[in-house]
């Protein structure tokens, strides 16, 4: 099992950056596959960014150029940077993980973008 814990997010005005974090309880490096997911109100959770276990990254169209994620496995955490935020970012982002075909989830971490 992991567990992940989120932080990082906030209220933050249109063209302006948010770092989020995501801390697993274990190293990551026995982790298949971890990623970030968003959700807003009303709307289905999706795919915002992703790292396989062979170290591929997949980025929806609609953070390409903008968000980048990253990981520190000595610090056992995953990052996403996300630049040029936009009022349509607004949602809750959790943290996922794939390990041994189990889908663990972080509580999420609510993002707030104003125009």
């Known amino acids: 099992q992991v567990q992940l814990v989120e932080s990082g997010g906030g209220l933050v005005q249109a063209g302006e950056s948010l770092r989020l974090s995501c801390a697993a309880s274990r190293s990551i490096l026995s982790v298949n596959a971890m990623g970030w997911y968003r959700q807003a109100p009303g709307k289905q959770r999706e795919l915002v960014a992703r790292?396989?276990?062979?170290?591929?990254?997949t980025y929806a169209d609609f953070v390409k150029g903008r968000f980048t994620i990253s990981r520190d496995n000595a610090k056992n955490t995953v990052y996403l940077q996300m630049n040029s935020l936009n009022p349509e970012d607004t949602a809750v982002y959790y943290c996922?993980?794939?390990?041994?075909?189990?889908?663990?989830w972080g509580q999420g971490t609510q993002v707030t973008v104003s125009s």
């Open positions: 790292r396989s276990t062979g170290g591929s990254l």
């Open positions: 996922h993980a794939n390990m041994n075909r189990r889908d663990y």
